[in-house]
């Protein structure tokens, strides 16, 4: 049993599940200097769209790398259950496709756990 509750973990199963790379461009190798990709030069991704994938990864990997800290954590500290709700919004962000939003609001519990982490040294490591 978790302690995140159904919502949390109705939320995140999508975001954990989620495969990491996805695109013609990210399932191929990128081709050699003066060659050009298979299908012309209009298969290539814009570099907006490369961008938005670069932070909607850097996004999912932070989110993971919370959830996984989380659920040792809360046995050692149950107050680290208030963690939940500002990373759940973070979720959230992440599936209506705000990946800076989400990004900050994860840097943000990031900076708290660590915080934490130096007053109480009994915590997994990040």
Not at 23 to 38: R, S
Not at 47 to 72: G, I, N
Not at 104 to 126: G, K, M, W, Y
């Amino acid at each position: 049993m978790s302690f995140y509750g159904t919502d949390a973990a109705q939320m995140m199963a999508p975001m954990m599940t989620a495969p990491m790379m996805t695109g013609p461009v990210m399932t191929t190798m990128p081709p050699a200097p003066g060659q050009q990709l298979p299908g012309g030069a209009g298969s290539a991704m814009t570099a907006p769209a490369v961008a938005a994938e670069a932070m909607r990864q850097q996004a999912a990997a932070l989110l993971q790398r919370c959830y996984r800290w989380l659920e040792p954590a809360v046995t050692v500290l149950p107050q680290v259950a208030g963690f939940v709700p500002p990373l759940v919004t973070a979720v959230a962000q992440y599936e209506a496709q705000q990946y800076d939003a989400c990004l900050a609001q994860t840097s943000a519990v990031i900076i708290a756990i660590r915080q934490l982490q130096l007053s109480v040294p009994t915590l997994p490591p990040f």
